[in-house]
Protein backbone atom coordinates (compact mmCIF):
# COMPACT_ATOMS: atom_id res chain seq x y z
CA UNK A 1 0.00 0.00 0.00
CA UNK A 2 1.40 3.66 -0.58
CA UNK A 3 1.82 5.96 1.63
CA UNK A 4 0.78 9.66 0.96
CA UNK A 5 2.32 12.36 1.28
CA UNK A 6 1.64 13.34 5.12
CA UNK A 7 2.55 9.62 5.98
CA UNK A 8 5.50 9.89 4.49
CA UNK A 9 6.66 12.87 6.18
CA UNK A 10 5.50 10.76 9.22
CA UNK A 11 7.98 8.12 9.06
CA UNK A 12 10.73 10.31 7.85
CA UNK A 13 10.16 12.00 10.95
CA UNK A 14 10.01 9.25 13.34
CA UNK A 15 13.45 7.47 11.80
CA UNK A 16 14.95 10.91 11.53
CA UNK A 17 14.26 11.22 15.52
CA UNK A 18 15.77 7.35 15.82
CA UNK A 19 18.75 8.15 13.91
CA UNK A 20 19.82 11.65 15.16
CA UNK A 21 19.98 9.61 18.61
CA UNK A 22 21.30 6.05 17.98
CA UNK A 23 24.83 4.98 18.49
CA UNK A 24 25.05 2.86 15.24
CA UNK A 25 23.13 1.64 12.20
CA UNK A 26 23.04 -1.60 9.93
CA UNK A 27 21.16 -1.39 6.45
CA UNK A 28 20.72 -4.88 5.64
CA UNK A 29 18.86 -6.47 2.22
CA UNK A 30 16.10 -8.69 3.38
CA UNK A 31 15.26 -10.09 0.06
CA UNK A 32 13.89 -13.57 0.05
CA UNK A 33 12.96 -13.58 3.55
CA UNK A 34 9.46 -14.30 4.50
CA UNK A 35 6.81 -12.41 6.67
CA UNK A 36 7.29 -15.18 9.21
CA UNK A 37 11.10 -14.34 9.20
CA UNK A 38 11.13 -10.57 9.23
CA UNK A 39 8.54 -10.69 12.29
CA UNK A 40 11.18 -13.02 14.43
CA UNK A 41 13.65 -10.89 13.21
CA UNK A 42 11.29 -7.43 14.61
CA UNK A 43 10.71 -10.23 18.03
CA UNK A 44 14.56 -10.46 18.34
CA UNK A 45 15.39 -6.43 17.65
CA UNK A 46 12.63 -5.27 20.86
CA UNK A 47 14.53 -7.45 22.77
CA UNK A 48 17.98 -5.97 22.43
CA UNK A 49 16.56 -2.50 22.35
CA UNK A 50 16.78 -1.96 18.79
CA UNK A 51 14.88 0.08 16.16
CA UNK A 52 13.82 -2.25 12.85
CA UNK A 53 12.44 -0.67 9.80
CA UNK A 54 11.30 -1.38 6.37
CA UNK A 55 11.38 2.24 4.39
CA UNK A 56 12.48 2.96 1.06
CA UNK A 57 15.62 4.46 0.62
CA UNK A 58 14.49 7.57 -1.24
CA UNK A 59 12.75 8.50 2.38
CA UNK A 60 15.90 6.44 4.31
CA UNK A 61 18.23 9.19 2.52
CA UNK A 62 16.16 11.93 3.71
CA UNK A 63 15.53 10.91 7.29
CA UNK A 64 19.32 10.14 8.05
CA UNK A 65 20.46 13.43 6.31
CA UNK A 66 21.94 15.87 9.20
CA UNK A 67 22.38 13.29 11.81
CA UNK A 68 25.31 10.71 12.13
CA UNK A 69 24.37 7.95 9.81
CA UNK A 70 24.85 10.28 6.48
CA UNK A 71 27.57 8.66 5.29
CA UNK A 72 25.69 5.49 4.46
CA UNK A 73 23.77 7.53 1.72
CA UNK A 74 25.70 6.48 -1.01
CA UNK A 75 25.24 2.65 0.01
CA UNK A 76 21.43 2.73 -0.14
CA UNK A 77 20.57 0.51 -3.04
CA UNK A 78 17.57 -2.25 -3.29
CA UNK A 79 15.02 -3.23 -0.62
CA UNK A 80 16.69 -2.73 2.99
CA UNK A 81 16.04 -3.01 6.31
CA UNK A 82 17.65 -0.59 9.03
CA UNK A 83 18.15 -1.51 12.04
CA UNK A 84 19.39 1.53 14.75
CA UNK A 85 21.20 0.26 18.25
CA UNK A 86 19.32 3.20 20.61
CA UNK A 87 21.08 1.98 23.84
CA UNK A 88 24.52 -0.58 22.88
CA UNK A 89 26.80 0.28 20.71
CA UNK A 90 26.51 -3.58 18.88
CA UNK A 91 22.99 -4.13 19.85
CA UNK A 92 22.35 -3.67 15.87
CA UNK A 93 24.98 -5.84 14.84
CA UNK A 94 24.42 -8.45 16.85
CA UNK A 95 20.93 -8.59 16.11
CA UNK A 96 21.69 -8.74 12.14
CA UNK A 97 24.96 -11.08 12.78
CA UNK A 98 23.04 -13.55 14.67
CA UNK A 99 19.75 -13.44 12.36
CA UNK A 100 22.06 -13.86 9.13
CA UNK A 101 23.75 -17.15 10.76
CA UNK A 102 20.21 -19.12 10.44
CA UNK A 103 18.53 -17.19 7.55
CA UNK A 104 21.28 -16.58 4.42
CA UNK A 105 19.05 -14.67 3.03
CA UNK A 106 20.03 -11.27 4.83
CA UNK A 107 22.59 -9.59 4.03
CA UNK A 108 24.21 -6.36 5.84
CA UNK A 109 25.17 -4.10 2.78
CA UNK A 110 26.77 -0.80 5.45
CA UNK A 111 27.16 -0.35 8.89
CA UNK A 112 27.97 2.77 10.94
CA UNK A 113 29.28 3.05 13.89
CA UNK A 114 29.00 6.76 15.13
CA UNK A 115 29.13 8.36 12.35
CA UNK A 116 31.92 6.67 10.58
CA UNK A 117 31.20 3.50 7.70
CA UNK A 118 32.47 0.30 9.09
CA UNK A 119 33.74 -2.60 6.82
CA UNK A 120 30.66 -4.95 6.97
CA UNK A 121 33.25 -7.56 7.40
CA UNK A 122 33.43 -6.66 10.78
CA UNK A 123 30.16 -6.86 11.65
CA UNK A 124 30.91 -10.09 14.06
CA UNK A 125 33.32 -7.82 15.65
CA UNK A 126 30.97 -5.12 16.30
CA UNK A 127 28.75 -7.50 17.58
CA UNK A 128 30.77 -9.10 19.84
CA UNK A 129 31.03 -5.66 22.01
CA UNK A 130 30.09 -5.96 25.50
CA UNK A 131 26.75 -3.62 26.75
CA UNK A 132 26.99 -1.38 29.06
CA UNK A 133 26.26 -3.53 32.12
CA UNK A 134 29.20 -5.84 30.56
CA UNK A 135 31.66 -3.46 30.60
CA UNK A 136 31.34 -1.84 33.92
CA UNK A 137 31.62 -5.48 35.31
CA UNK A 138 34.85 -5.77 33.35
CA UNK A 139 36.46 -3.01 34.88
CA UNK A 140 35.07 -3.49 37.90
CA UNK A 141 36.67 -6.97 37.76
CA UNK A 142 40.30 -5.44 36.48
CA UNK A 143 39.72 -3.27 39.54
CA UNK A 144 39.05 -5.53 42.24
CA UNK A 145 41.85 -8.06 41.49
CA UNK A 146 44.74 -5.53 43.11
CA UNK A 147 42.60 -4.98 45.97
CA UNK A 148 42.41 -8.63 46.45
CA UNK A 149 45.67 -9.26 45.62
CA UNK A 150 47.10 -7.29 48.48
CA UNK A 151 44.59 -8.77 51.09
CA UNK A 152 46.13 -11.68 50.49
CA UNK A 153 49.74 -10.62 50.45
CA UNK A 154 49.18 -8.97 53.89
CA UNK A 155 46.77 -12.32 55.24
CA UNK A 156 50.00 -14.70 54.19
CA UNK A 157 52.30 -14.47 57.41
CA UNK A 158 49.23 -14.76 59.56
CA UNK A 159 48.55 -17.58 57.48
CA UNK A 160 52.03 -19.55 57.49
CA UNK A 161 52.30 -18.93 61.62
CA UNK A 162 48.89 -20.25 61.96
CA UNK A 163 49.90 -22.91 59.40
CA UNK A 164 53.55 -23.48 61.31
CA UNK A 165 51.85 -23.87 64.50
CA UNK A 166 49.25 -26.56 63.37
CA UNK A 167 51.71 -28.46 62.03
CA UNK A 168 54.11 -27.92 65.37
CA UNK A 169 51.07 -29.03 67.52
CA UNK A 170 50.62 -32.29 65.66
CA UNK A 171 54.08 -32.96 65.43
CA UNK A 172 53.99 -32.61 69.93
CA UNK A 173 50.72 -35.08 69.90
CA UNK A 174 52.26 -37.80 67.80
CA UNK A 175 55.20 -38.07 69.83
Do not use: W
Not at 20 to 35: H, I
Not at 58 to 86: H, Q, R, V, W, Y
Not at 140 to 152: D, G, H, S, W, Y
Amino acid sequence: MALNIGEKKDVVKEVSEIASSAQSAVAAEYRGLTVHELSALRDNARELGVYVKVIKNSLAKIAIKDTNFECMDSSLKGPLIFAFSKEDLGSAAKLVNDFKKDNKLLKPIVVAVNGELVDVDKLSQIAALPNKDQAISMLMAVMKLPIEKFARTLSAPNVKLVQTLSAYKIKLEQS
